[in-house]
């Protein structure tokens, strides 16, 4: 790194662990030897708590050499008057996030802040690049560039399929961005964990692999266990602990605990105090937990490059091999775990390119941009199409973000009086309303959390906050009601100022709280290793259990196929099922739940919803499929789709995030959320009206790109439409089949709002006035 | 006509399923909380530009409304603008369309606490107008009997087979009857929230707005 500390923009690869978050700071300390006024170095991580930790490992190293120098971080979490303060007076090394560093060029006096910045360290990057936080923080470096030409960029990736991706998104663009790829130490130790007990055929708690997990913590020094969402890993502990009759220091960390609660998790884990810790992605990231020897995936992997990066959080000492284990939570996870596991070995990592950089984060960049002070459009363009995700950027795709963040970019011109950004007589463009700013600033960044409302113990004056659960989760509990979180049973008391009130009197079982966290879509590498592995005659490299519910799946139905569609239809609970295996990931088998179940409402099927998971779509309702062919007419499938999609509810989640992050919608207005929530109306209705007044506006045409190439994924629909032709196979069963059992307990059930609605919504507003004893009418 | 009947206060009553109250007996038609202008006037704010469609097509289901009733009296019950620079900025178009509306009828504005005080546009301006043995006006007060009000934007929530459902509601006990907003920008107070479950009377009912308006016990 130091024979490269002079090059514009250089990307060094490496395991977790070895090491390399020093190895970026290199020379960095070395420039700061010879002096330094002001700014030097920033460095940009996505997790608030990495910065936290940086700067712990930093100050050592710095004392050693002596070095007279100032390491501040800078977060969501950093005190207004330091935050001040570190405006007026930066530090030498400045440790922050996308959405801070964003934040701090949207100040007026930004150009004096960054003054003199040398070096830029991108840390995670390979996680960044990922997301619209990359893409907003590859546009804030643009603006930090010019700001500061000389400044050096530097990019920390773990190991990826396509690092040459990776340089392009880094590096300003025509610059060269040299790779380094570090040494990848030994290939990692990975085996099933074996279980006395067998996985069931459905649910994802893995409980039965409770004793056997206890029993390799106490193997162990420390262990993580991983989940892939938060609700599993809420479950997943409550059990442990029950278990846990030795009492072994067992903690919890997931992305909707209270910071405090997760604080104390993260300082008992340095301490090595913890045993074992029960995560989620949350801990996915970076921090350096010293003396993890052993890690624990429940539940099916779902992309392979994210389980090898997962275990690389075991054991940092660079010559010796990760350790660790996959539990599968039912047996369709097996057979996935196992094609992971191939592939871990194979070194067969997936990954699928990322388009072009979203526009929506390049509206709000250009509010930012005007948050700072009058601007040149043409100046900002070139700036802009210098970032790697922009770098093809048409001027015209440029220009209509720039109109949308004038004047709404309405083909009804109505706010010529009332623009947000105006042209002055010299050309340069600003806010029309200064008090504009402080709004932009208040909503700016592009994660997107659901609706969550703070959860505290009762109390007379506030009790301990305990996390976060989704509003409408919330909205589904009546006192009394008990649910977990962080481990403990808690007792729903009611809601106060928008503040969840609860006990800990649970005399109840706990329903579980529901987290949105986010759910990858296992990736087309894996889905076609284990449509390769349904092809066998038999599987000696399964354990007998699974084997076996393959070939009780293939005597009573049959086992999907790569270039056939498997469609079984049965009655199941009152209602009637269609189940379809296309393996097409979860976000194209919703794709196909939606436009399934609109082509049943047409012709009168009464769809109630639909579950969709990587590997099935399975679509439920009230009168029983008896001809289902006309549903599966590929051509009519795609020539509809666009129709189809205009106002459904994956539309209109997609519409809600891009809105938000382009400011259109605004989620903070200062103030607390008041309870009189009348005034504000659902970003569904803004959708509704863009469609049928203003159906081509760049939100629209924003909304449909994202949800093709995000949660319609209508490519994959595509692929397999080509892969299975017209081999369609529908088969009648009696009740349901073990291959579709685990889809009856999945979460995330999409509603149909139809003819299906108005029937229950008869049954039970009678049934409501029943019981009150009032007459119905 | 999605429509349902109901007695309140000795007056028979339809609720319709677009939010409209439709009096048959009084050729009269009420809606409430227009919010007329809520785009622009977030726009003057330094907000965000809005679709700036909302005006017309709140008008444009009034005069379906109206239509299909025939109408010769409207009662719009307050917060018809969602202030008043709003009412006195209105688009040219959505100006005529209002005065296409009145043409040969009886119209009344009541004004709310977003819109108080009268605005440029025809019709008669009134703070409260008691018609026929019913009295209206947009925030409903204690003690009041045969009162018709606005102003909460009631909406209710069923769970129905595990499924919520959600809807702008009418919200009736002997006592008075709520509108739920008509304006296409607006949002929802649930019924459940203790302002309108301590308003309400024990008996009170509620009627869900929809495809087909359906008649409920108010959920609390």
Request: charged residues 25%; aromatic residues 6%; contains cysteine.
């Amino acid at each position: 790194m130091i024979d490269r500390a002079q090059a514009p923009a250089t990307l060094l690869i490496a395991p977790t662990g070895g090491g390399k978050t020093m190895a970026g700071f290199l020379p960095s300390l070395i420039e700061l030897a010879d002096g330094h006024e002001g700014l030097h170095t920033i460095y940009v991580s996505p997790l608030k708590a990495l910065a936290a930790d940086i700067k712990r490992n930093l100050r050592g190293p710095a004392d050693e050499m002596g070095l007279p120098i100032r390491i501040e971080d800078r977060t969501g979490d950093t005190s207004p008057s330091q935050k001040k303060r570190q405006r007026v007076d930066p530090p030498h090394i400045l440790l922050t996030t996308p959405e801070s560093l964003a934040l701090l060029t949207s100040y007026e006096d930004a150009p004096r802040m960054f003054q003199g910045v040398q070096r830029v360290i991108v840390d995670e990057i390979h996680a960044l690049a990922d997301s619209k936080r990359g893409d907003q923080l590859m546009l804030a470096l643009a603006r930090l560039q010019t700001l500061c030409p000389d400044l050096r960029r530097v990019g920390l990736s773990a190991t990826v399929e396509d690092p040459d991706a990776i340089a392009r998104f880094l590096a300003r663009h025509p610059d060269p961005c040299d790779i380094v790829l570090a040494d990848p130490g030994p290939d990692p130790d990975i085996a099933m964990l074996q279980t006395t007990e067998k996985p069931p055929w459905a649910g994802g708690g893995a409980a039965y692999a409770i004793p056997a997990v206890l029993e390799q913590i106490r193997q162990h020094k420390t262990t993580l266990i991983f989940h892939n969402t938060r609700a599993q890993a809420e479950i997943f502990f409550h059990n442990l602990w029950l278990a846990n009759d030795e009492g072994l220091p067992i903690g919890i960390h997931h992305g909707s605990l209270d910071r405090q609660q997760r604080e104390r998790v993260e300082a008992a884990m340095v301490r090595g105090d913890l045993r074992a810790i029960v995560c989620t992605g949350s801990l996915d990231l970076g921090i350096d937990w010293g003396d993890v020897d052993l890690v624990i995936q429940i539940g099916a992997p779902k992309n392979v490059k994210r389980l090898v990066q997962r275990i690389g959080r075991a054991n940092h000492r660079y010559n010796a091999p990760s350790k660790a284990l996959l539990v599968p939570a039912n047996r369709f996870e097996v057979v996935e775990c196992v094609a992971a596991l191939e592939a871990a070995r194979e070194h067969d990592l997936d990954g699928e390119p990322r388009g072009p950089g979203p526009r929506d984060v390049l509206c709000q960049h250009i509010l930012i941009a005007a948050c700072a002070g009058p601007f040149d459009a043409d100046a900002l363009y070139a700036e802009v199409t210098s970032a790697g995700p922009y770098v093809d950027l048409s001027r015209a795709a440029f220009d209509a973000c720039l109109e949308f963040c004038a004047t709404g970019g309405y083909a009804l011109r109505a706010y010529d009086r009332w623009q947000r950004l105006q042209q002055r007589p010299d050309g340069l463009r600003q806010l029309r309303d200064p008090r504009a700013a402080q709004r932009i600033r208040m909503n700016l960044g592009t994660i997107q959390d659901s609706d969550t409302l703070k959860v505290r113990l009762k109390r007379n004056r506030g009790g301990k906050p305990l996390g976060e659960v989704e509003e409408a989760f919330a909205a589904s509990l009546t006192p009394g009601d008990t649910f977990l979180i962080g481990g403990q049973i808690v007792r729903y008391e009611g809601l106060r100022e928008m503040v969840v009130e609860v006990t800990r009197r649970a005399d109840k079982k706990p329903k579980v709280a529901t987290f949105s966290g986010t759910k990858f879509a296992t990736s087309t590498q894996l889905s076609e290793r284990i449509l390769r592995m349904f092809a066998q005659p038999d599987w000696p490299q399964l354990p007998e259990h699974t084997g076996e519910w393959l070939d009780l799946q293939r005597r009573m139905s049959r086992l999907p196929g790569r270039d056939r569609l498997l469609i079984e239809s049965f009655p199941n609970d009152g209602r009637e099922n269609l189940c379809v295996y296309g393996f097409a990931g979860r976000n194209a088998q919703q794709t196909l739940g939606l436009l399934l179940t609109k082509r049943m409402e047409e012709t009168g099927l009464a769809p109630l919803g639909f579950v969709a998971t990587d590997y099935a779509t399975l679509i439920w309702g009230l009168d029983a499929v008896t001809d289902p062919s006309p549903l599966f007419q590929i051509e009519a499938l795609r020539d509809g789709l666009d129709n189809w999609l205009a106002g459904n509810a994956v539309m209109k989640r997609t519409f809600r995030a891009s809105a938000t992050i382009a400011g259109l919608i605004e989620r903070n207005t200062g103030g607390q959320r008041k309870s009189g929530r009348q005034a504000t109306f659902s970003s569904d209705i803004l959708y509704d009206t863009l469609l049928k007044y203003d159906p081509d506006h760049l939100l629209m045409q924003i909304t449909r790109e994202e949800a093709m190439r995000g949660l319609v994924d209508f490519g994959r629909i595509e692929a397999m439409i080509a892969r299975i032709g017209d081999r369609i196979d529908l088969i009648r069963l009696d009740r349901v089949s073990p291959l579709a059992a685990p889809l009856l307990l999945e979460v995330g059930k999409v509603p149909v709002k139809g003819a299906a609605e108005e029937r229950l919504l008869a049954e039970e507003s009678a049934r409501l006035l029943q019981a009150a004893g009032l007459p119905v009418e | 006509m999605n429509s349902l009947e109901f007695v309140f206060s000795g007056a028979r009553l339809h609720a319709l399923g677009s939010g409209a109250l439709w009096w048959p007996d009084q050729d009269l038609l009420c809606v409430s909380d227009l919010h007329l202008g809520k785009a622009s006037r977030v726009a003057r704010r330094g907000g965000p530009a809005l679709p700036p469609y909302e005006n017309r097509d709140t008008l444009a289901r009034l005069s379906t409304d109206l239509n299909r009733t025939g109408a010769r009296t409207v009662i719009c019950l307050g917060d018809n603008f969602d202030d008043i620079a709003a009412a006195e900025t209105l688009d040219e178009n959505d100006r005529q369309h209002i005065t296409t509306l009145q043409a040969g009828r009886v119209w009344i504005w009541i004004e709310g606490n977003h819109d108080p005080g009268p605005v440029s546009l025809g019709g008669a301006h009134l703070a409260e107008w008691r018609h026929g043995g019913l009295q209206f006006r947009h925030i409903a007060s204690r003690g009041s009997r045969g009162e018709v009000s606005g102003h909460y934007h009631p909406k209710v929530r069923l769970l129905a087979r595990g499924r919520a459902i959600a809807r702008p509601a009418f919200l009736f006990d002997n006592r008075r009857l709520i509108l739920p907003a008509y304006g296409t920008y607006t949002g929802g107070l649930r019924s459940s929230d203790t302002v309108l479950s301590d308003l309400m009377g024990p008996d009170a009912r509620a009627i869900l707005t929809g495809p087909q308006p359906r008649i409920t016990a108010m959920p609390r």
